[in-house]
């Protein structure tokens, strides 16, 4: 990447959450972004000097529309955050719908793939550029009643550190961020998921989630952005291949609400 050419960023599944607090730490940071997502009203109200496009990241033909403008728009790739994941239904192994499973992988594990694949070469021929998957710490640890979601995330790990072997030698890196349960909409969802099947409160499963954790926690989607802001810029030139967690040290995954 040329010093003073602008950091060219795509972020998946960028129009809230994790994914919009990274598009705002890099267009602060004088980056060119391009935001892409489901939701088209979302979309719709982000930053009009921003790039977005609406794409399914789980949809081979989408991504393959997406990279294709990009290319021509752009010409390259500094940084991927392939960031788009759904939690998946909620249930023991036993009472897991295959339907469930099938949505939640795909849009995880095949989301991240298809982001990876078609970065690849845009990368590998520039001699450059820094992928940043985002797994969980579901990604580190079991997750009881989230078999699907804790499945794909280690699956990204995987894929990660495979990419990261395999692009290397072109200097381009891989890493996964591996956040805890961080505070917003959708960790609120989780929690009265879990109220619901575990006939408890979401006050209950809040506080067990946070006790997990050494520094007794939730994490902020900003704390994410920044950890992906240091691994694309300079401090994280020689790292590669590592999940790294953001999440006040998980020491009991499960604290049995
Ligand atoms: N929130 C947490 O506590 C937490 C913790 C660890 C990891 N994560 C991971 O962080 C990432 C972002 O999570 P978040 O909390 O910001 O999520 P979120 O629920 O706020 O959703 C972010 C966006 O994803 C979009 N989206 C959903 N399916 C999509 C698809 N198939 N293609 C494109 N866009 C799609 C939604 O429209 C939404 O705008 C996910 O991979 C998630 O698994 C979240």
Redesign the pocket.
């Known amino acids: 990447m040329v010093a003073d050419v602008k950091k060219r960023v795509l972020i998946?599944?960028?129009?809230?959450?994790?994914?919009?607090?990274m598009a705002k730490a890099f267009a602060e940071e004088g980056a060119s972004v391009w935001v892409?997502?489901?939701?088209q009203d979302?979309l719709g109200q982000l930053d009009p000097s921003w790039r977005s496009s609406k794409?399914?990241?789980?949809?081979e033909s989408?991504m393959a529309a997406l990279f294709q403008e990009l290319k021509q728009e752009w010409g390259g790739l500094d940084v991927l955050c392939a960031?788009?994941?759904?939690?998946g239904p909620t249930a023991l192994i036993e009472d897991m719908p295959l339907d469930g499973w099938r949505q939640c992988v795909?849009?995880?594990l095949e989301?991240a793939f298809l982001a990876a694949k078609f970065s690849a070469p845009l990368m590998k021929a520039q001699r450059s550029g820094c992928m940043i998957f985002?797994?969980?710490?579901?990604g580190l640890y079991g997750y009881p009643n989230r078999s699907p979601?804790s499945a794909a995330?280690w699956g990204i790990i995987g894929l990660m550190k495979t990419v990261a072997m395999e692009l290397g030698p072109f200097g381009v890196r891989a890493n996964a961020?591996?956040?805890?349960?961080?505070?917003?909409?959708?960790?609120e969802?989780?929690l009265a998921k879990e109220a619901a099947l575990k006939g408890t409160t979401r006050d209950a499963i809040y506080e067990g989630y946070a006790s997990g954790t050494s520094m007794r926690t939730?994490?902020e989607?900003r704390d994410?952005a920044a950890m992906a802001q240091f691994l694309a810029g300079e401090g994280g030139r020689y790292v590669s291949g590592q999940a790294i967690a953001v999440?006040g040290h998980t020491e009991n995954p499960d604290p049995k609400v």
């Open positions: 998946t599944a960028g129009a809230s959450g994790i994914g919009l607090a892409t997502d489901l939701d979302a794409a399914d990241a789980s949809s989408d960031n788009a994941g759904i939690a795909a849009v995880n989301g985002t797994s969980s710490t579901a979601y995330k961020i591996c956040p805890g349960s961080v505070e917003g909409p959708r960790m969802r989780v939730f994490v989607a994410v999440d």
